[in-house]
């Protein structure tokens, strides 16, 4: 019974780690068109919107997969198996 307890505490935290992850990535990519828009305006240049959104969107998607495979992951050499035998 307490396996079962913790397979659905961990698929809550997933769950909700995934939906925060959603909105944080949603709220970088509006943040990030108005940087990009700003940077145009102030370099003189006119973007269609369709650019505006491809290069923040491509700026996101850049961040995001930078701050996925850190270089601080690869130096803890811990794999998910070692953490949950350190959680249990």
Known sequence: MKKLGS?????????????????????????????????SAFAGIDPSGDFLVLSAALIVVAAIIAGGISPMAFLTNITVQDRNQMVD
């Open 7 to 39: 397979f659905f505490g961990n698929l809550l935290v997933s769950i909700v780690s995934f939906l925060v992850m959603i909105l944080l990535a949603i709220l970088s990519f509006f943040i990030i068109v108005f940087v990009v828009n700003a940077g």
